[in-house]
């Protein structure tokens, strides 16, 4: 079979040259990486990953195909993607389709067999930074031009982009016993599986609710999704939270956790390369455990900003950021990390008990 050649332009000059994997075509982003080992479709349809191109570190992506059910939206939400090597004949009994088809079919350009491995160190030496993925056959000089016109991470608002339009209802299990507002700044649907087998009812939310519309619902708690872009530009969400503090029990994760933090005063930034992956060591500060976590995250928590009326609870272990705290004072905590990970790690799933749990108390 014929092969397309493509390149990854990067915005200070680097070029590395492979083939075409899916669309034909343009991706423009925000390169990162993903330590994961598994999960490329959780990855590919994650709304945090929205404006980002992702390069898988383990070498060999596809064998186990793609299929209906391991989605976590309705659709491919990453820019572009890169391989070392993908694989287009797959090997489980779950696939119904193959991951180039796949990208092929949502229009997602892809590159395969290039040095994912030096394109890594060279994220993790010089920070994530803009990209192009090409299999047009483009000058590089054009590229190279495009590429460094491409607006920063920082600043930047996705969560209205991948945010739903209105209000909608997750089907309930029986026997529900606690009604939930989840507001969707990129909410990935594990999240609403796990809080459905926690016996909520819950109410999607557009990112822009303001709280007077979320509390008019009469929900017994909030949850805060995860979303992508920078939590400092979601200043609706922000004032939203505000708002909400000390009124409803209210449960953060990835964004949420970072819009919590700023809603009482807390300060953002953003990290070098982020932490994007199922392998990342957390400590529960509470407990004395140590949780293998999933995580896909540009910025984080200042913990020296957090305010009185707040303690830390999880700690990262590989670069000692701060992944979770909780307020004393009113019903409220989260976490940076993703506890609804799919496919796995699960240790951190007690987290949704733990907001269930504050719901009860709190009626």
């Not at 991948?162 to 939930?180: G, I, M, N, Y």
């Not at 822009?208 to 979320?214: I, K, P, R, S």
Request: aromatic fraction near 8%.
């Amino acid at each position: 079979m014929k092969t397309q050649t493509a390149v990854l332009v990067l915005q200070d000059g680097t070029v590395y040259s492979g083939t075409a994997f899916g669309h034909i075509g343009e991706a423009h982003g925000e390169v990162c990486f993903n330590t994961g080992m598994t999960g490329y479709q959780e990855v590919l349809t994650d709304p945090s990953y929205c404006g980002q191109i992702v390069t898988m570190t383990c070498p060999h992506i596809g064998n186990y195909g793609v299929n209906p059910d391991d989605v976590e939206s309705d659709r491919i939400q990453v820019a572009g993607f890169i391989v070392r090597e993908g694989c287009d004949i797959p090997s489980s009994y779950r696939a119904t389709q193959s991951l180039p088809s796949y990208l092929e079919e949502q229009g997602i350009v892809g590159i395969q067999d290039i040095d994912t491995r030096a394109l890594t160190r060279k994220l993790r030496t010089e920070g994530a930074m803009n990209g192009v993925i090409c299999s047009t056959g483009r000058p590089l000089e054009e590229l190279l031009a495009d590429v460094r016109g491409l607006p920063s991470m920082t600043g930047r608002d996705l969560a209205r982009e991948v945010s739903c339009e209105h209000a909608w209802q997750w089907e309930a299990l029986p026997d529900t016993r606690f009604k939930v507002a989840a507001l969707d700044f990129g909410v990935k649907r594990n999240s609403l599986r796990l809080l459905s087998a926690h016996r909520c009812d819950i109410t999607v939310f557009p990112a822009d609710t303001t709280a007077g519309e979320l509390l008019a619902s009469a929900p017994d708690g909030v949850f805060l999704s995860n979303g992508p872009g920078d939590p400092d530009a979601v200043t609706y969400g922000i004032e939203t939270v505000r708002e909400l503090l000390g009124k409803l029990p209210l449960f953060g994760i990835c964004l949420g956790h970072q819009l919590l933090a700023l809603a009482l005063g807390a300060r953002t930034y953003k990290l070098k390369f982020g932490h994007r992956g199922s392998n990342h060591p957390v400590k529960n500060l509470l407990t004395g455990s140590v949780e293998i976590t999933s995580q896909n995250h540009g910025f984080a928590v200042d913990p020296e900003s957090l305010p009185a009326g707040t303690e830390i609870t999880h700690w990262n272990l590989n670069d000692e950021t701060l992944e979770g705290f909780r307020c004393t004072d009113i019903p409220a905590f989260s976490v940076q990390y993703h506890p609804e990970a799919a496919p796995g790690p699960h240790d951190s799933r007690y987290l949704f008990r733990q907001f269930t749990d504050l719901m009860e108390q709190s009626r």
